[in-house]
């Protein structure tokens, strides 16, 4: 069965790193796109970052663009998101799963930003 377990979050103060990680199984990590999203309270999950198989294509929202960097290793079924210069607004929990939106969804990793 499908399953997507988030780690790496924490409790970091403003302008500072974060890196999360992702293991993926239950499915043909390789083949698929894969994507960071993210949640608020009370708020659907959003797309925070995506990227093709290969990596060669990767896409950010405008408000994390030049500080977060998603990569993967499709030999360990590992997706990662490298957040750089954290603010106040990046608080939330984060998950990883395929543009597809596969459930069931991982328990995701908070990360909280404050000082």
């Known amino acids: 069965q499908v399953q997507f377990v988030e780690s790496g979050g924490a409790l970091v103060q403003p302008g500072g790193s974060l890196n999360l990680s992702c293991l993926a199984s239950?499915?043909?990590?390789?083949?698929?796109?894969m994507a960071w999203y993210r949640q608020f309270p009370g708020k659907e999950r959003e797309m925070v970052a995506g990227?093709?198989?290969?990596?060669?294509?990767?896409n950010y929202r405008d408000d994390v663009s030049g500080r977060f960097t998603i990569s993967r290793d499709n030999a360990k079924n590992m997706l990662y998101l490298q957040m750089n210069d954290l603010k106040y607004e990046d608080t939330a929990v984060y998950y990883c799963?395929?543009?597809?939106?596969?459930?069931?969804w991982g328990q995701g990793t908070q990360v909280t930003v404050s000082s």
């Open positions: 799963n395929s543009f597809r939106r596969i459930e069931p």
């Open positions: 239950g499915f043909i990590f390789s083949n698929d796109n």
């Open positions: 990227m093709n198989p290969t990596g060669a294509v990767r």
